[in-house]
């Protein structure tokens, strides 16, 4: 079974706070992805990486950070965490290459309140 | 801009019934379209997958049409259980290869027994 795996489900953390969120997969997939996801706008790409240092800017880069310093892992960084980074985080993953088999597995997420 | 639109937020249904939900899309051209499956305090869970030459995909009660002349992809849910209630999303692939993959907003089905 493909497993990604988030660090956390729930974190709250104070405005200004630098803030690590997780991800690991366990099926040697070079695509990884982080989104959010807020009520009534659906999931919205933050980054994506598609190798091992490379990272690639999605729709709602501002205020976020990645790095992905290993295959398997995926880090999202909340460089001075505000109010309006308060959200549900998912990470995605998927094979490289095309056709089927190459749908997204997500984590469980991450549900984030800065206060 | 690019517009992904699922026919509505909440959907309800009987048990039994047949529940049909909506995909629409303006300036893509996507590649293949999937659906996915997401319950409450939980990531998506891929279900179908459906390429652009495509018309029809099956899966036990589950039906996926694709459009791309019309823009739409329509999804069915046969003989529906209130185990099959959850939040739905369509994604579309313009590439190909899920590198980036464009969701919906969702559309919360409950089939009520």
């Known amino acids: 079974d493909v497993k990604v795996t988030q660090s956390s489900r729930y974190l709250v953390k104070r405005t200004g706070e630098k803030v690590f969120l997780e991800c690991v997969q366990d099926m040697d997939h070079e695509n990884m992805f982080w989104y959010r996801q807020d009520p009534g706008l659906g999931l919205r790409l933050i980054y994506f990486?598609?190798?091992?240092?490379?990272?690639e800017k999605g729709d709602i880069p501002e205020g976020y950070s990645v790095s992905r310093e290993k295959k398997e892992r995926f880090s999202l960084i909340l460089e001075s965490a505000s109010t309006n980074q308060t959200s549900m985080y998912l990470c995605a993953s998927s094979p490289r290459g095309g056709g089927a088999g190459t749908e997204a597995f997500f984590g469980q997420g991450t549900r984030l309140t800065v206060v | 801009s690019q517009k992904i639109e699922q026919n509505s937020e909440a959907l309800n249904i009987q048990e039994g019934k047949t529940a049909t939900l909506t995909c629409n899309y303006t300036?893509?051209?996507?590649?293949?379209l999937q659906w996915y499956r997401q319950d409450p305090g939980r990531g998506p869970v891929f279900l179908l997958l459906i390429r652009e030459n495509e018309k029809e995909k099956r899966k036990e009660r589950l039906k996926v049409t694709f459009d791309t002349t019309l823009k739409q992809s329509l999804f069915h849910i046969t003989a529906s259980q209130p185990a099959d209630s959850a939040t739905y999303l369509c994604a579309l692939d313009p590439s190909g290869g899920a590198n980036n993959l464009f969701f919906g907003t969702g559309t919360r089905l409950t089939v009520i027994p």
């Open positions: 990486s598609y190798d091992v240092k490379m990272k």
């Open positions: 300036n893509y051209s996507p590649a293949y």
